[in-house]
């Protein structure tokens, strides 16, 4: 009776299979294009699938904002306006006509030494701090709070003070940068050493590993995937603050050239400006990002 | 008679958490022999695992003291290293890195660069796994792991090696090659071995003595159980020795009827 029972099973489920050999039917155009699919490489494909749909929204943004800000009494420049008024800044990012006549690409290599000596005095100072907190209670206790308050303070809130220590512009801004860049470094990388399994420290123990071996031997390594995330987010925070300070110090600088430009109302000098900023913060997020997988490659995956 | 090998003499261990203790260990008292393989088995939650940190010097005693050729353990050390239970590779190393990193760490003044990278490969080739010391641990499997974890316990010339329940996260089989891979290292190296574990079976097959520890807390040595049986042993002799079936009667029977589980675990 059981196997009776079974064989109407088996039958009921046929029957009920129909409807899906009716839309493999359906799906017979989409084999047709196939050859199409083929001639591309697959690499190809996928930087189509990547860059073609940024690229529509581009060029949808410009097409709005040339119907916005065509009209007679409009505020802001329209694209084809500041194709027209700075194309030498677009088209030729490194000219040097004198030293305020300089291409913006100039600019912001300065803008850039800047970050790169600030930040990376942020992460090697960020690094042992947070390896401190993360290891010793005691450490933790005294400081976390200290973090938790002064890193709420906004960049530019620093500057001021930087200024009356330093008497420079040049080491207030690096200073600047540092200050911000360093609280997402220490606290993500005393996340990072607190969570390093016991068992690796175990086998540092049995190893009688001594400070110096376990800090470059398992604790950064271990805690490299923290570390990184604190990074970036650290070069994203210095790249908002030194456009800020340097608006603030003056001197060379794509921050500084921004609030010239408005002085001098070009507009559209500035709207390139946010451009090329924007272009290099993108950048620079994706450089530390790719190092960090390159560092982490063995972390990842445990 | 000479002093003994290693002696866990009265160990005590008590966790103070807030106002409440707990008593783990209760007057534990060992002695063990070079060249020894001995077994501690229990169910769960009975310390066997608190007093192989303890002789590996992970854990501090409360109250007693371990003597490793008539001197205290205070601190871990090579000197008694430790199999893992999870393997506990370095996942940023490749498996070749992991044993140099000890290796290198213990004979770095003693020995020259290429009679590690030999010392190193040797221990590979031991846990036969000298083929795959460019892989990293997440790229071989369970078993794998577990061989090279062995490699750099022994590869740091230990005069115990500790091992923590070291097959209790493999399948049946996996094990059972370890464990045959073990009793060959025991049997030309010599090494005087402690090992934790649930497995009577494996207690009984790889063990010159179980030791039966008795449910915490407060946990104490309940029996010692001699295990006589010639070496080498085989696996499938073994199944129907009269002297196998006896020790393995004697264990179940410690563990099941005179210290049954009566907790939920």
Redesign the interface.
């Known amino acids: 009776m059981g196997q009776a029972v079974l064989k109407t099973g088996t039958m009921g489920a046929k029957v009920v299979a129909l409807p899906t050999m009716q839309a493999e039917v359906v799906a017979l155009p989409a084999v047709a294009s196939r050859p199409l699919q083929e001639r591309f490489s697959p690499w190809l494909r996928s930087v189509l699938v990547n860059v073609l749909p940024p690229l529509v929204t581009v060029a949808l943004m410009l097409l709005f904002w040339e119907i916005a800000a065509s009209g007679p009494q409009s505020s802001l420049p329209p694209p084809s306006k500041i194709w027209t008024e700075a194309k030498d800044l677009i088209v030729e990012p490194f000219f040097w006509a004198g030293s305020q006549d300089i291409g913006l690409g100039w600019r912001i290599l300065v803008s850039l030494q800047r970050v790169a000596i600030g930040f990376s005095l942020a992460a090697v100072v960020g690094i042992l701090l947070g390896a401190l907190v993360g290891q010793s209670v005691w450490a933790m206790r005294g400081l976390d709070p200290v973090f938790q308050v002064l890193r709420t303070v906004p960049p530019l809130a620093w500057l001021p003070l930087s200024l009356a220590a330093f008497r420079d512009s040049q080491p207030s801004a690096i200073f600047v940068i540092f200050i911000t860049a360093i609280w997402p470094v220490i606290i993500n990388t005393a996340v990072g050493i607190r969570n390093i399994p016991q068992d690796y420290r175990n086998v540092a123990q049995v190893l009688r590993l001594n400070q110096i071996e376990f800090f470059f031997k398992v604790m950064v390594p271990s805690a490299a995937p923290y570390i990184f995330t604190g990074l970036r987010i650290g070069v994203g925070l210095s790249w908002l603050a030194i456009v800020a300070a340097e608006m603030l110090t003056g001197g060379v600088g794509i921050g500084f050239f921004i609030w010239d430009a408005w002085n001098s109302s070009r507009l559209s000098d500035i709207i390139v400006a946010l451009v090329y900023i924007g272009v290099v913060g993108f950048v620079l997020d994706k450089l530390v990002a790719f190092i960090g997988s390159v560092v982490t490659r063995g972390t990842i995956v445990n | 008679m000479s002093a003994p090998y290693l002696k866990i003499d009265h160990v005590d261990k008590r966790f103070q958490r807030g106002s409440a203790t707990t008593e783990v260990l209760k007057d534990i008292n060992l002695v063990i022999d070079k060249g020894e393989y001995v077994s501690v088995i229990g169910h769960s939650g009975c310390g066997k695992s608190t007093l192989l940190n303890i002789i590996?010097?992970?854990t501090p005693v409360s109250a007693g003291a371990v003597l490793l050729e008539n001197r205290e353990v205070s601190?871990?050390?090579?000197e008694?290293?430790?199999v893992?239970q999870?393997h506990?590779l370095?996942?940023?190393?490749t498996v070749y890195d992991n044993v140099a990193?000890?290796v290198n760490?213990?004979f770095g003044a003693t020995r020259s660069k290429p009679e590690r990278h030999d010392w190193i490969m040797h221990n590979l080739d031991l846990v036969q796994m000298g083929h795959a010391k460019d892989k990293?641990?997440?790229e071989i499997s369970g078993g794998m792991k577990q061989r090279v974890g062995i490699a750099r316990g022994l590869a740091?010339e230990p005069k115990i090696l500790l091992l923590d329940e070291p097959f209790g996260a493999l399948d049946a089989l996996t094990r059972a090659h370890l464990q045959d891979s073990i009793m060959q290292i025991h049997a030309s190296l010599g090494n005087t071995m402690i090992m934790i574990t649930h497995d009577v079976d494996e207690a009984v097959l790889l063990s010159d003595r179980i030791v039966m520890m008795t449910n915490g807390p407060s946990a104490r040595i309940g029996e010692v159980l001699d295990v006589r049986l010639e070496r080498p042993r085989k696996r499938l002799e073994l199944v129907a020795d009269r002297t196998y079936i006896a020790c393995r009667e004697a264990v179940l029977k410690f563990l099941y009827e005179r210290h049954r589980f009566v907790e939920a675990a």
């Open positions: 590996a010097g992970l601190e871990p050390g090579p008694r290293a430790v893992f999870n506990s370095l996942p940023w190393l990193l000890a760490k213990v990293r641990p997440a740091m």
